[in-house]
């Protein structure tokens, strides 16, 4: 079983910053990829970064710069450094997590429920 819990969301004045963090529990599951996505109203859920275990991260381009994706491996969580915030980052945000029960060749994902950030003063 792999549960994936987020926290940290909030309201948040333009310029400001949060963290966000998630948290995944899993039992005989080898975690390899943790990602963070977000979903604005109207709007499809979209890719912002993640962190393979090796420590490996990719961004989406244009997010690169204000945001920052970490990663403990030994705790199982994944943190999300927002800076500069700005109205239109205002989103759903959610956590996934890639990896293989021990044993099993087969890949599995899994979500959290989200974290609503909101940037508004």
């Known amino acids: 079983q792999v549960q994936v819990v987020e926290s940290g969301g909030g309201l948040v004045q333009p310029g400001g910053s949060l963290r966000l963090s998630c948290a995944a529990s899993a039992t005989m599951f080898s975690i390899n990829v943790m990602a963070w996505y977000r979903q604005a109203p109207g709007n499809q859920r979209e890719f912002i970064a993640q962190?393979?275990?090796?420590?490996?991260?990719d961004y989406v381009g244009y997010l690169k710069d204000r945001f920052s994706v970490s990663r403990d491996n030994d705790k199982n969580m994944l943190y999300l450094q927002m800076d500069s915030l700005k109205p239109e980052d205002t989103a759903v945000y959610y956590c996934?997590?890639?990896?293989?029960?021990?044993?099993?060749?087969?890949?599995?994902?899994?979500w959290g429920q989200g974290t609503q950030v909101t940037v508004s003063s």
């Open positions: 996934n997590v890639k990896g293989k029960f021990v044993g099993y060749s087969r890949a599995y994902d899994y």
């Open positions: 962190v393979d275990r090796g420590g490996s991260t």
